[in-house]
């Protein structure tokens, strides 16, 4: 026997909705199939979860569209801050820096490699204290390091930083428009019951090949599960 299955997308969702939005028949004074009550819920949910589902879209379509130059300024902001962590970390081998000055930095003072900068954060982060550092040592009138300068890195970092915050604000904006969906899902779904309960209901009396065929007609979906002989037709 077949078994019916509430929609377990957001499209099914909508399907199921429009389905009865676009039936005449559901509501006559002598074939009332569903009653006005849940009737005249279907429209507005359908055009709140139609226009949250079409803002998600277009919020993902934007995410998806990256700034072009985004990989090039990763890579020049990571290139310049580990050239000029390298060349601080070489001074303090030299003996031209104290090792305790790297603290300034954030950085332990036995510190010989670069610290791990693999992730935008993590190299924003590291990027902010360097740049503290640096500029905390000069303050203490210790020589700037030279190619790159500190201000150089701090220009890429910069401009690095505002390509990687848009795009972190285009995520957030689609998470955003996501929730908004989940959100109305349970609604939904409590509006898609209870038409499908009154549209069985209706024909609750009729044989089984008509009940099955005048409900499908009317969105509600219904399965055979695995095996199971097709007697009443294609749902």
């Known amino acids: 026997m077949p078994y019916r299955r509430l929609p377990k997308t957001d499209a099914a969702r909508l399907k199921a909705l429009k389905t009865i939005i676009d039936n005449n028949d559901v509501y006559t004074v002598r074939n009332r199939v569903v009653d006005w009550k849940i009737l005249n819920k279907c429209q507005p949910v ?4 139609l226009t949250a589902c079409q803002q998600y879209k277009v919020r993902m379509d934007a995410q998806k569209r990256k700034n072009a130059r985004y990989p090039q300024l990763l890579k020049n902001a990571t290139m310049y801050l580990s050239h000029f962590i390298q060349v601080l970390l070489m001074a303090v081998e030299r003996g031209e820096i104290k090792s305790q000055t790297l603290s300034l930095y954030g950085l ?7 610290p791990d900068m693999r992730q935008p954060d993590q190299l924003l982060e590291w990027g902010d204290r360097i740049i503290k550092g640096e500029r905390e040592r000069i303050k203490n009138k210790g020589i700037q390091i030279y190619n790159p300068t500190i201000g150089k890195v701090l220009t890429h970092l910069d401009i690095f930083r505002e390509a990687y915050m848009a795009q972190k604000n285009k995520q957030m904006l689609t998470a955003k428009a996501l929730e908004n969906i989940q ?3 349970p609604e939904v779904d409590e509006v898609i019951l209870e038409l499908w309960n009154q549209i069985e209901n209706h024909y609750a009396d009729q044989p089984p090949e008509v009940r099955f065929r005048e409900c499908s007609k009317l969105g509600v979906v219904y399965y055979y599960r695995r095996k199971e002989e097709h007697i009443f037709g294609e749902f």
């Open 46 to 49: 359908y055009d709140r979860l």
């Open 183 to 185: 959100k109305l899902r």
């Open 108 to 114: 332990p003072n036995d510190a010989t490699a670069l």
